[in-house]
């Protein structure tokens, strides 16, 4: 098992940018796809970003393309997001999440392990 924790979250006016951080802990997360996902009020929770294991391939929804980079260092078992040119709909609940799989996949189902979350609020 794995437990995630993230942090980095904050208010940021529309523009700015913010970086959040999942450390992991427990089994190494080395063995984990990684993925990001957020939730809105009245919302269901939707995908962000994942990044497989080593770190090679990497997949982000397209609301957010260009914008965000989701990254790893399995030395400190940290996975970040920077997100930079934030806009008000990008306002929520952001998840890290994980999965004991090589495979690349997006859907929220496919996650085994959550975090607790950390509010992202930007304003206009």
């Known amino acids: 098992q794995v437990q995630l924790v993230e942090s980095g979250g904050g208010l940021v006016q529309a523009g700015g940018s913010l970086r959040l951080s999942c450390a992991a802990s427990?089994?190494?997360?080395?063995?984990?796809?990684m993925g990001w996902f957020r939730q809105a009020p009245g919302k269901e929770r939707e995908f962000v970003a994942a990044?497989?294991?080593?770190?090679?391939?990497?997949r982000y929804a397209d609301a957010v393309k260009g914008r965000f980079t989701i990254s790893r260092d399995n030395a400190k078992n940290t996975v970040n997001l920077q997100m930079n040119s934030l806009r008000p709909e990008d306002t929520a609940v952001y998840y890290c999440?994980?999965?004991?799989?090589?495979?690349?996949?997006?859907?929220?189902?496919?996650?085994?392990?959550w975090g607790q979350g950390t509010q992202v609020t930007v304003s206009s």
């Open positions: 427990g089994r190494s997360s080395s063995g984990y796809r």
């Open positions: 999440a994980a999965d004991y799989s090589p495979l690349m996949m997006v859907g929220a189902g496919t996650y085994n392990y």
């Open positions: 990044i497989t294991r080593n770190g090679s391939n990497t």
